[in-house]
């Protein structure tokens, strides 16, 4: 399976980005499609994550109330609307699929086999 991460650019604080991820090379409903973000200077982060087997969605507490994770399945692609920014949420974005990864594991790097390339985010003050 392949993945293409899109949508990052440089925003103001307070301005909104919607990222995608299209997903492609195998069925997509199969897989479990998470975010994760890596700072400049940090290691790779949970961002949010759309859990296949049930549909439901989980989110890391720096972003709860603000990203909003969605499927579009005429499109394969799971997007990242993120609004209220602030420079905390500059990073790069990757996006992430497996077909196995357990509801209590979609928040751990090492369980996602296929990753994306990234896409920056730069939110300015």
């Known amino acids: 399976v392949q993945l293409q991460a899109s949508g990052g650019g440089l925003v103001q604080v307070g301005g909104s980005l919607r990222l995608s991820c299209a997903v492609s090379g195998s069925t997509f409903g199969r897989y479990t499609v998470s975010w994760f973000r890596q700072a400049p200077g940090k290691d790779r982060m949970f961002v949010a994550t759309?859990?296949?087997?049930?549909?439901?969605?989980l989110y890391a507490d720096s972003v709860k109330g603000r990203f909003t994770i969605s499927r579009n399945n005429a499109k394969n692609t799971v997007d990242l609307q993120m609004s209220s920014l602030t420079p905390e949420d500059t990073a790069i974005y990757y996006c992430?699929?497996?077909?196995?990864?357990?509801?209590?594991?979609?928040?751990?790097?090492?369980?996602?086999?296929?990753w994306g390339q990234g896409t920056l985010v730069t939110v300015s003050s």
């Open positions: 992430s699929a497996s077909s196995s990864v357990i509801r209590s594991s979609v928040a751990s790097e090492t369980a996602y086999a296929y």
């Open positions: 759309l859990y296949v087997r049930d549909r439901s969605t």
